[in-house]
């Protein structure tokens, strides 16, 4: 700890850290645009200036960048006298020489951070009567837009894009006052972790393109804290809405998960919510149903019939936990095939099992050295990928301790360490992304990924007794490898299930334990498909095939199918043979599908902003979402609520008389001890603070009066939550509430996200109150993992092993419905290696066929010369690629017959 | 007594004052120009519409009587798709006049707004958009701004340079 004195008070502060983050998180307002709290310093704009005094007699002191200037005992600063005061001023003057007249129609506007900070310097007037210098823009893609007179040369763009997330096509150019900040070529931006810019850059320069279709102001959306349902690992989201639509997704800081960054598919997914294939009302057989004739329908068939449910990795734990309950225990199944259910089983209890740690992305960050089995984290964790990307610094860093400069001087230690980057292997059947990286890139097929980790485990376990059948060369750089694991401090293995290999995964666990015995913490990081996986995965439902098989030997009267497309997952004969022998078809989802349109009930659902519920990510972290706002129509339910009345009414209950407000999570953790603790996501639905709800809205939101009164002159009522700690409007609590808790970012002076530095005493640190989920790993009953003897592989023959290439858009299929995604998504490719090609006479380019089962596909042909032979990748699921079942085994341009 | 006597005087002397009643409607009230009566949409002098869709007049109003919902043409030149004011709940303070960076939106010497029915006192933009500059003659915001949105190119404006060329590295 450091005593300090800052404008004649004294603080004691950590030591460590620079001033700029010591005031900033003391409340004391210094203005400030390049330093970042996840990027550190480099001293470029000269905003924060403070004075620094030798000692109580000096009175005239000197002016420092407190940004670069560590904290130590002693020191006796000022930011608030004259000089330093009127520097500020200054500088922002000089800032805005150029500034276009731009705020009315600025994106920023009201969430700007140079409109903050320019207030906070009390600039006002430009004196400076001299032309402007101008900028040309560029189309920077679907997703970010570009507004180049609004740069104030800050170098936070270039620093975030090129040296945190690894872009290469994002650069400056041209000299002194005429930088620019943009591509060599117009063109899309390639990274896919782009969106940030909008938060990184501090002024209008990035904004969010798909905001403008629909361009709401910061103050006037409603908010509340959410979790992004892109992908399994639960990025904490802010997400914003207006006019009953969807219209924002921004970063929520949670310490342990997403940090200060989003992936493009989280920020840019949201739009599928707006979208015309919302199921708008309930329909029977495809008519429109009123609530009567819904109800005695629903009524007639859940009393009298034998139902089975099939529970979704995408919904809520409350939903599938309420269809659980309806349906009873031996009837509710879960809509993944019998390989990914084995598999998920298999993370599941690797991750329960206490043997190894499951580590949050917090803890990614601070690993030393990373395999990378059978997974391409970029397209199927993408956040998870930048985390590594921030891993690989550390041993260089380590190494760089001698100069002993601090951990937030940037520029200093990316001076030193340069291009250095710490050991990561990747074994995957093609280049990934994080090839730049990696010291040993490996691309081999799934089966040869799993014998190779195989060998490696072997040469871990056993160093003196090393496998017989490798090569000469395969040998020494596995001893190469074994040995850097070893000798790293923290290594980390990812590892997961999108080539669908148990044995990769058995690999990656023998390899996490060999690693771990050495009196070193390894880290397993595990990825699974979908936002829920882990909690559907949880409640240890049989697969859907175990339905299909039950379905052709016995009677079932109806199947209730949770937010799930069966005939995406399912081919198209497989689900018609099951749904053709089942009388009534209910299915709930938000967004019409190929199985709603075979429903005899269709119940529409709300998306993960119009309803609360719990999701637990890969880390088995159980996060809460909150309803952001109530949709329009009365008949959107969230799935949940449609389970539990038709529970209740199963158990005799009269429409009337049912319970709208179930504690589902309460009766969920004292049934199955797995989940015990979960209540513990977030405050308990009583939670005020000075007996005031905490406002979904900012204090300045418009239109209150006019929005509606074109329907009605009397403003309506506004909708009342019992059960969670925000009011929908914007009455209630006005001071900060705790971080975690926070539906959107805004302190006094500070209108833009970057308000979140005042609600932190310790940036990346622990925060003011702990709301940040609740972690369920390891499980109350920790059992060893046990692997089946080898599988027999079933290749068929003539025809060629094909491999799931997951893609950041596409793959995930409610991003993929949102307009911006969908322009990204690859379009249906058929990638094989060089020999492949030639073997059956494909050129890049060409469009060739390809047979899975029943169904031919019309593929456009991709040469990647690192592929290895023997196997085929299609993309994941894409639009148009569907209802194939992994793994999978095809037949490129087969002999029609 | 005196008091009293005084009071009557002078109330009787005005009886040959000037009177201020006027027969209104027959007559109409002699209002100036800055009297905050009705609210408009104005147009700029090429008679586009002024209002550039930024949300600052609906957050200055104290009573939120304004919603709207901005867009843009395919220049990418951003007006209001749609623009309401709930007369019924209007103060006429001002402050929408006051806080709008493009004199689009006006009060004006008009307050003639009666109705039966409060329903007929929401106005839509149809209702407000008058094909006139208004108070503020002569001022086109997107003439002074740094975007180029079919108004004027980059760096077309008269305190503007011609946009950088970004090649030339001479000091
Ligand atoms: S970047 Fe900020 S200050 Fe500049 S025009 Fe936009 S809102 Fe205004
Ligand atoms: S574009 Fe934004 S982040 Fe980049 S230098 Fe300019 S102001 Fe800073
Ligand atoms: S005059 Fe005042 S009350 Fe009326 S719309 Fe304008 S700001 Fe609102
Ligand atoms: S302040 Fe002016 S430009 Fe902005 S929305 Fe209101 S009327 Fe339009
Ligand atoms: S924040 Fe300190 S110089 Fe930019």
Known sequence: ????????????????????????????????????????????????????????????????????????????????NAS??????????????????????????????????????GHAYRKYNYPKRTHLNQNLGPLIHHEMNRCIQCYRCVRYYKEYAGGRDLDVFAAHD?????????GNLENEFSGNLTEVCPTGVFTDKTLRQHYTRKWDMTMAPSICPHCSLGCNVIAGERYGSLRQITNRHN??????????????????????????????????????????????????????GIGSPRASLEANFALRQLVGVENFYQSLSEPETELTKKILAINQSGTIHTPSMADIERTDAVLILGEDPTN???????????????????????????????????????????PLYIAYPRSTKLDDLATHTNHLAPNAIADWAFALAQLLEQPDSPPASLSNQNHADLMAIAQTLKRSKRPLIVSGMSLFNEQILQAAYRIALALNKQDQKTDLALILPESNSTGLALLQAPSIEKAFSRASNESIDGVLVLEQDLYRQFPLEKVDGFLSRIEHLIVIDQIHHGTTSKATIVLPSTTFAESSGTLVNSEGRGQRYYAVFVPGSEAIRPAWSWLNDLRQIKGGLQVEELDQHPDLLSELIELLPEFAGLDRVGPKPGYLIHEQKIPREPHRFSGRTAMSAHLTISEPKPPVDTHSPYGFTMEGYRGLPPAPLAPYYWAPSWNSGQAVNQYQQDFNGELKENFY????????????????????????????????????????????????????????????SVLEATRYGLEPDIEAKLQIGAKTFTLTVQIHPEMPEGIAGIPYQIMGLTGIEWPSFGKINPETS | MISILRTMALTFLHLFHKKETIQYPEEKVPLRPRWRGRIVLTRDPDMGERCVGCYLCAAACPVDCISLQATEDENGRRYPEFFRI?????????????????????????????????????????????????????YNYYKMAGVAVGVKPKGGGSQENPPVNIHRLLP
């Open chain 1, 84 to 121: 330093a005061r009127a520097f500020r001023a200054q500088n922002i003057e000089w800032l805005m020489t150029n500034h276009p007249h731009d705020c009315a129609i600025c994106d920023e506007g009201g969430a700007c951070h140079l409109q903050d900070m320019t207030v906070l310097t």
């Open chain 1, 380 to 422: 199927s964790a993408p956040r998870l990928a930048l985390s590594l990307r921030q891993a690989l610094r550390n041993q260089p860093l380590e190494e760089a301790e001698s100069i002993r400069v601090p951990s937030w001087n940037d520029a200093a230690l990316r001076e030193k360490i340069q291009d250095q980057s710490g």
């Open chain 1, 255 to 308: 310490p342990f998960v997403n940090g200060y960054f989003l992936c493009d598919r989280g920020r840019y997914g949201y739009d599928f919510s707006n979208q015309p294939q919302r199921i708008p009302e309930p329909l029977i057989d495809n008519v429109v149903a009123t609530p009567e004739i819904l109800f005695n329908k629903l009524s007639e068939i859940v009393i009298n019939n034998k139902l089975i």
């Open chain 1, 773 to 832: 989920g609740f972690r369920l790993f390891p499980g109350p009953v920790q059992t060893p993992v046990s692997w089946s003897a080898e599988q027999p592989e079933n290749i068929s023959n003539g025809d060629i092993e094909l491999v799931p290439f997951v893609h950041i858009f596409g793959s995930e299929w409610l991003s993929s419905l949102s307009p911006g995604i969908a322009s990204l998504a690859p379009k249906p490719y058929l990638a094989l």
């Open chain 1, 178 to 186: 005429l930088v620019y900040f943009g591509r060599a070529h117009e």
């Open chain 2, 86 to 138: 709930n007369f019924s709940r209007c103060i006429f303070c001002g402050y929408c006049e006051e806080a709008c960076p493009t004199y689009a939106i006006q009060l004006i010497p008009d307050f003639e707004m009666a109705e039966y029915n409060r329903q007929n006192l929401v106005y839509e933009k149809e209702d407000l958009l008058i094909n006139s500059e208004g108070k503020y003659p002569g």
């Open chain 1, 1 to 80: 700890m450091a005593d300090i004195s800052i404008d004649n008070i004294p603080y004691t502060v950590a030591e460590g850290k620079n001033l700029l983050e010591v005031c900033l998180s003391l409340g004391i307002k210094l203005p400030y645009f390049c330093w970042h709290p996840a990027m550190g310093s480099v001293g470029a704009c000269r905003q924060c200036a403070v004075t620094v005094f030798k000692d109580v007699n000096d009175t005239r002191g000197r002016l420092m960048m407190a940004c670069m200037e560590p904290v130590r005992d002693g020191l006796y600063i000022s930011v608030n």
